[in-house]
């Protein structure tokens, strides 16, 4: 089973979770940073760790990895969102940028209301295929991604009976 990799994604939830827009730019900046490295570390983790549990494993991770180097520039999820800012990040302490709004007011349009609301933020990446998207909707897709060819790794070396 790819269980490293596995407990990697379950730390990844567990940052996502921790992710909100606040007021200290810093603190959200650093928790945006540790959550974009451990979605890259799934990868590493899944290569350098999981392929040891047997050479069915080896075998399945390995051609899984040729396949996504093949299909380069997607899925885009991988390629233009785990890999690319993980690298931005981690290289340049860069990345897409990430947008944070302050919102204090509503007004409704129809009547023209103006309602104080509580200090609330809003963030969005910009840049790149997710631009103008949140940046935890994009994070949880990543997560999703990540599953899914977790089970289909796991899934061909059940079939395969190695």
């Not at 979605?39 to 899944?46: F, K, P, Q, Y």
């Not at 070396?157 to 395969?160: H, L, W, Y």
């Given at each position: 089973m790819t269980r490293v990799a596995r407990q990697v994604v379950r730390d990844c939830e567990l940052s996502v979770d921790e992710l909100?827009?606040?007021?200290?730019?810093?603190?959200?900046r650093l928790r945006w940073v540790a959550t974009v490295t451990l979605?890259?570390?799934?990868?590493?983790?899944?290569e350098k760790v999981d392929t040891d549990v047997r050479p069915a494993y080896r075998k399945s991770i390995d051609a899984w990895?040729?396949?996504l180097k093949a299909m380069k520039p997607e899925p885009a999820i991988f390629w233009s969102f785990i890999d690319l800012e993980r690298n931005s990040i981690l290289k340049e302490y860069g990345g897409h940028g990430v947008h944070i709004a302050e919102t204090r007011i509503r007004i409704a349009l129809a009547t023209g209301e103006r309602m104080d609301l509580p200090r609330t933020f809003q963030t969005a990446i910009e840049g790149g295929p997710f631009d103008g998207r949140n940046q935890t909707e994009v994070v949880r897709e990543a997560i999703?991604?990540?599953r899914r060819q977790l089970d289909e790794i796991d899934a061909t070396?059940?079939?395969?009976g190695h």
């Open positions: 909100e827009p606040q007021e200290d730019a810093r603190i959200w979605l890259r570390a799934v990868g590493h983790v899944l990895w040729q396949n999703s991604w990540w070396v059940r079939e395969t």
